[in-house]
Each structure stands twice: as C-alpha cells, then as structure tokens.
C-alpha cells in the first residue's frame, strides 16, 4: 500500500518560515489529491491546504497568503511553504493522499502519513 514520509518539520519563531515535504511511495501510477491537516492537542483535525492532479488547490481562511502548496506530480511528492509563521500554527501537520490508483486500481479511501510536529515559539 502507499506510504507517506513527510519531513521539515520543526521549530520556527514567529514570522519565520518552514517549508514541509511529504513524499508517497509503493505501486502507484498516479495521485488525485496530495494535502496537508494539522491537529493541534484538543483541537480537530483542520484541513490545511490540497492540490489536485489538475492543479487545482484549496486552502484554509487561517493560512491564506501565508502558506503555498505545491508539487512535483511525477515524483508524488507534495510540499508546504509556511511564511509568515505564527504561534497559533503549531500542531502536527498531516499528509493525506487521496484517490490513488495502484495497479490498475483506484483506492477510494484516503491515506494518511504519521504526522510531522510543527513548533513555532520564540
């Protein structure tokens, strides 16, 4: 099945930058959606910001001008450019993938990556 490594997560002061990657691997001819959630601690599992094959992306109201999603389709590799960094983005940030096709086979269900942590303190 697919695997996600995502990577760059860390600690960043306020105003500062981190740009997080996250790469999909096993049998794969191709990926619909590659995004990224974030959880922060009591808080619900949010929607950060997804790219679609055809280059459409989707962002959240919170990151909007700060935060750019891109990526390298060929690699399935997705990335988030975190700008503007502020406290209130700390969490664990998730890659998802969805609408994967395998060997021929189009996975319905969405496949997530272990989470990288995201500090922003001074």
């Known amino acids: 099945q697919v695997r996600l490594v995502e990577s760059g997560g860390g600690l960043a002061q306020p105003g500062g930058s981190l740009r997080l990657s996250c790469e999909a691997s096993?049998?794969?001819?191709?990926?619909?959606?590659m995004g990224w959630y974030r959880q922060a601690p009591e808080n619900q599992r949010e929607l950060v910001a997804a790219h679609t094959r055809n280059g459409s992306t989707n962002y959240a109201d919170s990151v909007k001008g700060r935060f750019t999603i891109s990526r390298a389709t060929v690699k399935n590799t997705v990335y988030l450019q975190m700008n503007s960094l502020k406290p209130e983005d700390a969490a664990v940030y998730l890659c998802?993938?969805?609408?994967?096709?395998?060997?021929?086979?189009?996975?319905?269900?969405?496949?997530w990556g272990q989470g990288t942590q995201v500090t922003v303190s001074s």
């Open positions: 096993g049998s794969i001819s191709s990926i619909n959606v």
């Open positions: 998802y993938v969805s609408g994967v096709v395998s060997g021929g086979y189009l996975d319905g269900k969405a496949d």
